[in-house]
Every structure is written in structure tokens, then in C-alpha cells.
């Protein structure tokens, strides 16, 4: 009389629900496309340390999962500096969404764009930036109150789900500005 495969429900409560992600942008098509003029790409890894881990935790309170951080720097034909991008992710109870961050030498953001969510967030996130949530961003330095860039996006201009979307991709923002600004050091 029971289905027969009713003892995997068990089983899918047991190991939680899984959110399948979703490659929205491909992140070596972020480094070509957001890093204008550079002529020679390097990636520079860097190890989160104890003192950066505290002053990272105290400012956003949060600590990244992984302790290695991957920088790509694009340089000019004379080898000089013309953006950084990397990709902080926000883990939520729907999924991870990662945010291609893209900043100038000057360490103000150039671009954000979302390079990952879930199968779930995924209309939620193409909603969010199709209000243009996403060039809100620009211009942005480290200090700046990134949640206040959301202007005057609301839920009445969009769904409840995509408006909570566009706070978790501001997070992201956030923490990508603090570890561009703790951990980043150009030389």
C-alpha cells in the first residue's frame, strides 16, 4: 500500500535540502568583460590570517568559509593596475549567491555582477537586477552603507523575494568591500 520509495523521505530530511547552483555568468567572463583595458591577468591568492579574520569578523560579522581568498588583477599593457575582481558569496537557507565584484585601483567598485545562485533564487536574483539593483553599487568605496545604495527599491517595485534577494547581494557587496580593503594590498 505505501509508495515504495517512501523511505527516502527519511533519508532527504536526514541529509537537509539541497539547492543546486546555477552559473548565472561564468567568472572568467566576468575578469574579461569588467577588467576594461587589460592586456595581462594574474591571480593572487591570499591566505585570511588571525588579526584579518578578527577585523573582518568585528566589521561585518562575518567569516568567510574558506581561509584562501582568490584575487584576479588585470594590468595594462604597461603592466599597470587597472581593476580586481573577485567573488564574495553569501550563504543563505536558499542556497549560496556570489557576486562578481570588480574594483579600480582607486578602491571604489566598478561592477558587480551576480556570477552564482540556486535553481530557487534564480528568478528572485534576475527580478532584483532588472530593477538595477546591481548599478546601484558602482562608485562605492569601503565605509559606504551599501544597504542605503538600494535607494529606493522596495517590495512594492518587486516581489518580497526579490527584494530579499537584493539584501542578500548588497551583503555580499558589503563583505567584499571589507575583504577587498582588509585583505588587498597592491605590490
Known sequence: MY?????ALPLALLLGARHP????????DVIRTTLEGAKQFFVRK???GKDDLARIRKEVDFSPE?????????????????GVVFFPQVNTMHGPVEVGLTMRP????????????????????????????????QGLRYGA?????????????????????????AAAVQQGLVLYHTLFHEG
Not at 546555477?22 to 567568472?27: A, G
Not at 567598485?109 to 553599487?137: H, Q
Open 106 to 137: 582607486d578602491g571604489s567598485i566598478a561592477s558587480a555582477v551576480v556570477a552564482k545562485a540556486t535553481v530557487e533564487t534564480k528568478p528572485w536574483v534576475e527580478e532584483a537586477v532588472a530593477a538595477g539593483l546591481l548599478k546601484r553599487f
Open 46 to 48: 591570499v591566505t585570511i
Open 66 to 82: 574558506d581561509p584562501e581568498l582568490s584575487f584576479y588583477l588585470g594590468k595594462n599593457g604597461e603592466g599597470k593596475l587597472v
Open 21 to 28: 547552483t546555477v552559473v548565472l555568468v561564468k567568472e572568467t
Open 145 to 169: 552603507d551599501v544597504k542605503r545604495a538600494l535607494g529606493q527599491l522596495s517590495p512594492g517595485q518587486i516581489g518580497q523575494m526579490p527584494y530579499w534577494e537584493a539584501g542578500v547581494i
Open 3 to 7: 509508495p515504495r520509495y517512501l523511505w
